[in-house]
């Protein structure tokens, strides 16, 4: 029986995306404790900019990761082409069936070909926009050679990084998402014990970045090999070279330029913000602002993991048109992913400041109002994040120009305002950019293409999703006393 319990869940794409999320929780409440003793507030803060900027460095992606996975997905599940845009989805009358193999092995070679010339890109944005990012920083710091090795072992990381993409994609979009969620549990948890170590023996921002570049060497190393077996195993051999397949680039490429842009957009209406924020003098203000959006951070990943975990499953689903065994799915997960993302933020808004006491540092969590409304920013940003995943499974991004104009609105109107109006001024113009458009639209386009009506989706979500749960751990109970 244990055996079998074992096996369930270290097989279970939820229970191992969620073990994944909850190493990372414990990473960040164990070594960031640490860390925000060790560090001042501006070493704290720059250390939060610079993993800010490696999230901008993913941008240099350009959408190819979330198309490429979506386009393994589809050939997983058997189609024999990839949909160019809305129209050419629902003309398709694709089957599942049998991995299309042939079209997978195109799509890998395409794919390596192109993440060479944008691993390249990573480069010259943090050469130029990272840097500028920074600068306030360096100043504030006296331009310290431990900032700039932190920051140019930084570039080497991300390089790398860019260069795994593919190799997760493929991992993810041939539902091995357990298999992905378990390894990235494993390394967390490697990296809280490599972190403590360097941390307790104080030897500072320059190994923990070091020690990052390592475990991304190690990681892509772990992917690509799996992957190469994997096809081995089905009498395909991947050899180094690469090839550009035309109709599956022409296809990769139609939604993935906008993909990339919204990308862009999507990083500076919600990151943006940190970059923004690491211009301000205060540095007290600056560092508690880290934490506290750290923190969210955690919570609100945590929370998307029921679903996230899913994504692969539904994007084959929606790939056939089976709309009625997609909602019934994911309806409860979405409800989860609510009651989770909800409870985590209020425990985490009444006992943060006690935490920060019992671990002994002076930092404090942003005020209420300020706290208030960036825990009302993300929720509303996971919802519409989720949906405007599902609906990308079309090969259509529709919401290209509002994403691009709610970033610019951001950095625009925040840069500006941060000077006579602070953080408060800025976490407000992040919220009401986005409530003209992003917090819905993605949802509005989600519900219409899978046909389901918004008033059965809140019925579906809040009283068929707690109704699944119930049952399901009813079920779970009987089985165990038996």
Same mark, same amino acid.
């Not at 990083?267 to 750290?294: E, P, V």
């Not at 920060?356 to 942003?366: F, Q, S």
């Given at each position: ?39 001042? $507030? ?42 160019? &845009? ?13 991995? &299309? ?81 378990? +390894? ?17 023996? &104080? ?8 020690y990052l570049v390592i475990e991304t060497i190690f990681s892509t190393y772990y992917f690509r ?5 994997? *096809? ?7 050899? &180094? ?20 842009? $919204? ?27 880290? +934490? ?13 993991? @029921? ?9 084959s689903l929606i790939a056939v048109k089976k709309f009625d065994e997609f909602k019934k799915d ?67 991004? @529709? +919401? ?62 809040? *009283?068929?999703? @707690? ?16």
């Open positions: 029986m244990m055996k079998k319990l074992i096996h369930r869940i270290i097989y279970s794409p939820t229970l191992m995306t969620w073990t994944e999320q909850v190493s990372i929780i414990i990473h960040g409440l164990v070594v960031t404790s640490i860390i925000l003793v060790k560090f001042n $507030n501006i070493s704290y803060s720059f250390w939060m900019t610079i993993k800010a900027l490696v999230e901008l460095a993913m941008l240099a992606d350009a959408g190819f990761g979330h198309t490429l996975e979506r386009s393994v997905a589809f050939f997983f599940e058997g189609a024999s082409r990839l949909p160019k &845009n809305i129209k050419d989805y629902e003309q398709s009358m694709e089957k599942s069936g049998n991995p &299309n193999f042939e079209k997978l092995k195109s799509l890998l070679y395409t794919s390596k070909g192109i993440y060479l010339i944008l691993s390249l890109f990573t480069i010259i944005i943090l050469c130029t926009i990272g840097i500028a990012a920074l600068w306030n920083l360096f100043n504030l710091g006296n331009q310290s050679a431990e900032f700039w090795i932190t920051f140019s072992l930084m570039v080497l990381q991300s390089f790398i990084l860019i260069q795994s993409l593919k190799w997760k994609s493929f991992l993810k979009g041939t539902r091995n998402v357990a298999l992905y969620a378990r +390894f990235n549990t494993i390394i967390s948890v490697a990296r809280i014990f490599g972190f403590l170590i360097i941390l307790l023996n &104080n030897l500072g921002m320059i190994y923990l970045q070091l090999r799996f992957i190469i077996n994997w *096809f081995k195993g089905y009498g395909i051999k991947i050899k &180094n070279s690469f090839s550009i397949d035309r109709e599956i680039f022409q296809s990769l490429w139609s939604v993935s330029w906008k993909s990339g842009l $919204n990308t862009v957009g999507y990083f500076f209406t919600n990151r943006g913000i940190n970059l923004l924020t690491a211009q301000l003098k205060n540095t007290g203000l600056m560092a508690g602002f880290f +934490f506290t959006y750290q923190v969210l951070g955690f919570i609100k990943g945590f929370a998307h993991a @029921p679903v996230y975990a899913h994504y692969p499953q539904y994007y994911a309806r409860a997960r979405i409800f989860l992913t609510f009651a989770i993302v909800i409870s985590g933020f209020l425990t985490f808004g009444l006992l943060g400041n006690w935490l920060l006491n019992a671990i002994g540092t002076d930092k404090r969590l942003v005020e209420t109002l300020i706290y208030l409304i960036i825990s009302l920013f993300m929720f509303f940003d996971l919802h519409a994040l989720i949906h405007g995943t599902f609906y990308i499974s079309t090969n259509d991004v @529709p +919401f290209l120009i509002p994403g691009l104009i709610t970033g610019a609105v951001t950095i625009g109107i925040g840069y500006l305002i941060i000077p006579s109006y602070g953080l408060l001024g800025l976490v407000i113009v992040q919220f009401f950019a986005n409530l003209a458009c992003n917090f819905w639209f993605s949802i509005y386009l989600s519900l219409r293409l899978t046909k389901w009506p918004l008033q059965v989706y809140l019925y579906d979500v809040f *009283f068929e999703g @707690p109704k699944y749960w119930i049952y399901r751990s009813l079920g779970s109970l009987k089985k165990l006393k038996k």
